[in-house]
């Protein structure tokens, strides 16, 4: 599975189309993390002098993970950069190896505590296995690093939605349409956030223009 570096949601929540005359059920959470999910590390092009951590980004964006997983075994531990384990806990991920790639995770953390990647990652991971607690944390301190990320709040927004806070998720969803307006699902979740809130008159024209997105995408 290819990852980008730049957009990674995660989003680890896929939405059904609505209606105008109501709502479907609420989207259900992917039992992985599509190209939108996860961040990773920036493709490489190809250079003879590469060093193992390139060859390792490059080897991964071709979907090749047991030679990316080879050339960073070849860094000793001490030598990994945060990068290199935040790509080691990808691997692991795409192995359904979900307990290694947490510990991936929190090693990049270690290594560059001001690492939002990481944290936002392992939001994801929590947020999939049903624990929105854990995932709130981790994703609130992607935000605090970098409070540009609109993944970060839309999956945030998820996790207070399934944690039951609906306020604090139509804040953290009105963040994530702030930041990038043009998301289908980021509509879908605050309309349906309005309409749990009991104010379906503010959340028709998320859901209109959410079906209007949807129409455009199609």
């Known amino acids: 599975m290819k990852k980008i570096v730049?957009?990674?949601?995660?989003?680890?929540i896929s939405t059904r189309q609505a209606?105008?005359?109501?709502f479907d059920i609420f989207s259900s959470l992917k039992n992985k993390p599509t190209a939108q999910d996860r961040l990773a590390p920036v493709k490489q092009t190809y250079d003879d002098?590469?060093?193992?951590?390139?060859?390792?980004?490059?080897?991964?964006?071709?979907?090749?993970?047991n030679a990316?997983?080879?050339?960073l075994l070849?860094?000793?531990?001490?030598?990994?950069s945060a990068e290199d384990w935040l790509l080691l806990?990808?691997?692991m991920q795409?192995?359904?190896?979900?307990?290694?790639?947490?510990?991936?995770?929190q090693r990049a953390i270690l290594t560059n505590p001001k690492f939002y990647k990481a944290y936002y990652n392992l939001g994801n991971i929590y947020l999939a296995d049903?624990?929105?607690?854990?995932?709130?944390?981790?994703?609130?301190?992607?935000?605090?690093i970098n409070n540009q990320f609109p993944y970060a709040y839309y999956n945030l927004g998820c996790a207070y939605l399934k944690s039951g806070r609906l306020k604090d998720a139509k804040i953290a969803f009105l963040k994530a349409i702030e930041l990038k307006n043009n998301v289908p699902d980021f509509y879908y979740n605050i309309a349906y956030t309005y309409k749990m809130l009991n104010k379906p008159k503010i959340a028709k024209p998320y859901l209109d223009f959410y079906n209007k997105l949807m129409e455009i995408n199609q």
């Open 6 to 12: 730049l957009l990674l949601a995660f989003i680890l």
């Open 94 to 105: 795409d192995q359904d190896r979900n307990a290694d790639a947490v510990f991936m995770y």
């Open 49 to 65: 002098a590469m060093t193992p951590s390139e060859q390792a980004i490059l080897l991964y964006n071709d979907n090749n993970l």
């Open 68 to 71: 990316a997983l080879e050339a």
């Open 89 to 91: 806990g990808n691997i």
């Open 130 to 144: 049903d624990k929105p607690f854990l995932a709130i944390e981790n994703y609130r301190k992607a935000n605090k």
């Open 74 to 80: 070849k860094i000793k531990e001490a030598q990994r």
């Open 19 to 22: 209606s105008a005359k109501g």
